[in-house]
């Protein structure tokens, strides 16, 4: 059965709940229940002339394969309207004209770099600097407690996005060691998707984008962009050089990353995996951090399950859980 782009039933119900605002007498769920249960039959016979390519269930089903098994992502059925589009930019790009051929070529070679566009293709991307803003002040005070008692702290950012997350991280240290030049902090920033990591590791921002810095750290932190990058806000030097950025996909075998790590922030990327994958995750982050490391999560994430793993500080921050036998 093709599936059904740009009329689903929840949008088409939506329009006629419009509608509705203007009749006398309210319509009653069944009522609605009705035209909606119309919608998605009228739905599924319309989108072939809508649309310009055919995505059949069978195609989105071999879609969620291909993602779950590359980079763990679960894409849920309400996904499918996200796919259609951006998959549909690859196919033009590759010149194919089918779904089904263009999935061939992914399955046709472990190798080919079509791969790395349908991962980017795929992930959501989406963050800000000083997201969750209740995460720095903890950060500050770790660092703070932990700065006497190491020569290097390291910090590992594994779902970096475009950059504002770690650039938070590092405005944050920059603050705390205030009267150093050169913090003992390295921040490495990964990320699965290679090219928001590039937008990262560029650290150029138009002003929409850096509207939650506050104005002091953003005239500390941050240069006026000059000549193309007029307008925009560029990361100073001061920053820069605590941090590294390389792709990394957390499903990889083999992470490069150099321990023991003082903090991870895994935030509101777990949120795309299931609780195995997730569990994987979290048995691989441990052995990895200081017995006094910091793990902050996303706000709608949970690892109280993996208690054996980690223990909630509460706020979405997790330590290393004590292994039976420590002190
Ligand atoms: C919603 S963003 C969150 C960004 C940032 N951590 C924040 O909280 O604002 C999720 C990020 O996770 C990355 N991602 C998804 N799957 C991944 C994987 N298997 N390995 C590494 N990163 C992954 C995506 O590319 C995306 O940039």
Same mark, same amino acid.
């Given at each position: ?9 929840? !949008? ?7 509608? @509705?605002? +203007?009749?006398? =007498? ?5 009522? $609605? *229940? ?30 969620? !394969? ?7 992502? @679960?894409? +849920?059925?309400? =996904? ?5 589009? $951006? *998959? ?39 963050? @800000? ?199």
């Amino acid at each position: 059965m093709a599936l059904t782009y740009g009329t689903t039933p929840s !949008r088409f119900a939506t329009g006629l709940s419009k509608t @509705s605002q +203007s009749q006398e =007498k309210p319509m009653t769920l069944t009522e $609605r *229940l009705a035209i909606v249960r119309q919608a998605g039959q009228m739905s599924s016979s319309s989108d072939k002339s809508e649309h310009e390519f055919s995505f059949k269930s069978v195609d989105f089903d071999r879609v969620r !394969r291909l993602i779950y098994a590359k980079a763990g992502i @679960s894409l +849920s059925t309400s =996904k499918q309207d996200m796919v259609y589009s $951006r *998959l549909s930019r690859r196919l033009r790009a590759t010149g194919k004209k089918t779904f089904s051929d263009y999935l061939d070529i992914l399955e046709n070679s472990k190798e080919t770099p079509e791969w790395e566009q349908f991962v980017n293709a795929l992930t959501t991307n989406l963050t @800000s600097f000083f997201r969750e803003p209740h995460h720095f002040p903890i950060l500050a005070d770790h660092l703070r407690k932990i700065a006497p008692l190491r020569h290097q702290i390291n910090i590992w950012c594994c779902a970096a996005s475009t950059g504002e997350e770690p650039y938070s991280i590092a405005m944050t240290v920059a603050d705390t060691f205030m009267n150093k030049a050169a913090p003992p902090v390295s921040i490495f920033c990964s990320d699965l998707d290679t090219e928001v990591l590039r937008t990262a590791e560029k650290g150029v921002y138009t002003p929409d984008r850096t509207e939650k810095i506050p104005p002091e750290q953003l005239k500390r932190y941050f240069s006026k962009g000059i000549g193309k990058q007029e307008g925009s806000f560029c990361v100073r030097a001061e920053l820069r050089r605590m941090m590294t950025f390389q792709r990394l996909n957390l499903l990889d075998p083999l992470w490069l990353v150099k321990g023991p790590l003082d903090v991870i922030f895994c935030r509101n990327v777990m949120i795309y995996f299931d609780k195995a994958t997730q569990y994987k995750i979290l048995t691989r982050f441990m052995p990895l951090m200081q017995p006094d490391g910091l793990l902050f999560a996303g706000h709608s994430e949970s690892f109280l399950y993996a208690s054996d793993l980690f223990q909630s500080l509460g706020k979405t921050v997790y330590q290393p859980a004590r292994q039976s036998g420590s002190a």
